[in-house]
């Protein structure tokens, strides 16, 4: 694990007024759940770190999800999740794996994948991809990919 890179997206995602969920060692491969909760939003990053890549990457990532849920504390129906997902992996990079099938198209109005970044510490490489609602997050997914490209090569797929 580069701990200089959750270092960095820890200082960085402060500013944008997120801040350290605790007590997460019994979260799947979770190494950091960053969280900003404010009236109007309520936004999770969590940095998840497999032995190898998920076979079934979507299942993989729903129970991500839910367990980053209710980590954060959110509230069905009435305070749903925005999460942005880091998923570090050697040879994720070189996978066929295209992350815009984990982004959800729709709100379900309780937990949501707003983003998904792949990062590969072998390759130095990371790709990603958004979903809607760019007003809001959008500042926050180019905060966390100004951060990733600090330590790695964004890859055009």
Request: proline share 4%; glycine share 4%.
């Amino acid at each position: 694990m580069n701990h200089e890179l959750l270092q960095n997206l820890t200082e960085t995602m402060r500013q944008h007024g997120f801040r350290e969920v605790e007590n997460i060692k019994d979260s799947l491969d979770t190494v950091l759940i960053l969280k900003r909760q404010t009236i109007q939003t309520n936004r999770a990053i969590v940095v998840v770190e497999p032995a190898q890549i998920p076979i079934n990457m979507s299942e993989y990532l729903k129970k991500v999800r839910r367990q980053v849920a209710f980590k954060c504390k959110f509230f069905p129906f009435f305070w749903g999740i925005g999460i942005q997902v880091v998923v570090i992996s050697n040879g994720i990079t070189k996978s066929i794996i295209d992350p815009k099938q984990f982004v959800d198209k729709i709100d379900n109005q309780w937990a949501i994948i707003q983003s998904v970044f792949f990062v590969d510490p072998p390759e130095k490489t990371y790709y990603h991809a958004r979903t809607w609602g760019q007003i809001i997050t959008g500042e926050f997914q180019n905060a966390i990919s100004k951060t990733l490209s600090i330590h790695y090569k964004f890859k055009h797929v």
